[in-house]
Nanobody, 127 residues
Framework: QVQLVESGGGSVQAGGSLRLSCAFS????????MGWFRQVPGKEREGVAL????????YYPDSVKGRFTISRDNAKNTLYLQMNNLKPEDTAIYYC????????????????????WGQGTQVTVSS
């Protein structure tokens, strides 16, 4: 069974940076599609960095492109989200998610494939 635990959230001023971590336990981390999502109360959950194994391009929406970077450390079974030049509109609860079946083809941009979720970590950006 896959379990995901996020950490690294907090409060930061606009223009600052944070790095979120997601510890993955279970089998096959390097073979899953992995993604970071965020949600603000009353709004739909938004994928902010969606990654497919095997070298397919990572998806970033325009709202975060050039500021957010997703990465994996397969030796540590850990997913990261580096967030730079943060803006107040980035304030949200951030979740990591794993999707698909390990080492089977998956398209990280297909948000419907994500079936394992962490508990979320709060990011607050003040102006």
């Amino acid at each position: 069974q896959v379990q995901l635990v996020e950490s690294g959230g907090g409060s930061v001023q606009a223009g600052g940076s944070l790095r979120l971590s997601c510890a993955f336990s279970g089998y096959g981390f390097s073979g899953y599609c992995m993604g970071w999502f965020r949600q603000v109360p009353g709004k739909e959950r938004e994928g902010v960095a969606l990654d497919s194994p095997g070298g397919a391009p990572t998806y970033y929406p325009d709202s975060v492109k050039g500021r957010f970077t997703i990465s994996r450390d397969n030796a540590k079974n850990t997913l990261y989200l580096q967030m730079n030049n943060l803006k107040p509109e980035d304030t949200a609860i951030y979740y990591c998610a794993a999707g698909g079946r390990p080492f089977r083809y998956c398209n990280g941009r297909d948000v419907g494939i994500y079936n394992y979720w962490g508990q979320g970590t709060q990011v607050t950006v003040s102006s």
